[in-house]
């Protein structure tokens, strides 16, 4: 496996479904864990929903995902995830991300971030949506007089800078990418996303992009 095959990396245990994976996480503590959504028995979904609720327990769950099948990245990311892949990730890749969100960060396959995560958060703005003009409706006025989509409260806390910082994470650039792209240095970056975490009340990256689809800033 080209995991084992790696210095720094080591292999403690596989398993064959959700059930396992869960009595895996409380018996071995693995620092992370490569999930498939798709399992006999307890799918990934509800196996990563307990073992990031398991208490003094910090592993990490990378979904893997096939794209024109898999309907449940959301749900993944609700439920946890630190992120997601697909099954034909290059290995470089596949190395590179269990070593980044080892150390708390969150990855996202660039190739499926946008119709992944823009098709789930269309649905959701649109049932946010309904429940505008149900409001309006309920109050007798329109729904042109009234906001004319929901927007998170917590956006108003971001300041230009760091909105233009969490549309660049959506897009699924690195820190890096984003500090060359808008001119500042890279601790400044790194400075933007933490304060941009901590006003979203998002976990990881993962959330962020959640929340920058769902209030259409991308």
Do not use: C
Request: net charge negative; hydrophobic share 40%; proline share 4%.
């Amino acid at each position: 496996m080209v995991i084992g095959s790696q210095p720094d990396l080591e292999v403690v245990g596989q398993a064959g479904d959700g059930n396992q994976a869960v009595e895996m996480a409380e018996r071995e503590h693995p620092d992370v864990m490569l999930m498939d959504v798709r399992m006999p028995g307890m799918d990934g979904i509800e196996a990563t929903r307990r073992i990031t609720s398991l208490k003094e327990n910090m592993t990490r769950v990378i979904i893997l995902t096939t794209f024109d099948l898999d309907e449940y990245v959301m749900s993944a990311i609700n439920a946890g995830a630190s992120g997601f892949l697909l099954k034909d990730t290059e290995p470089e890749t596949l190395l590179g991300s269990i070593r980044t969100v080892y150390q708390g960060n969150a990855i996202i396959a660039p190739s499926a971030t946008k119709r992944l995560i823009e098709k789930m958060s269309r649905e959701s703005r649109e049932n946010r949506d309904d429940a505008v003009r149900q409001s309006a409706s309920a109050r007798h006025s329109s729904p042109e007089e009234t906001q004319s989509f929901y927007r998170d409260p917590e956006l108003d806390l971001l300041t230009d800078r760091e909105r233009e910082v969490l549309v660049e994470i959506a897009h699924g650039l690195s820190n890096q990418e984003i500090a060359d792209k808008l001119f500042i240095g890279l601790p400044t970056v790194k400075t933007h996303v933490a304060h941009i975490l901590a006003k979203i009340n998002a976990r990881d990256r993962v959330q962020a992009v959640v929340f920058a689809y769902e209030n259409r800033l991308v």
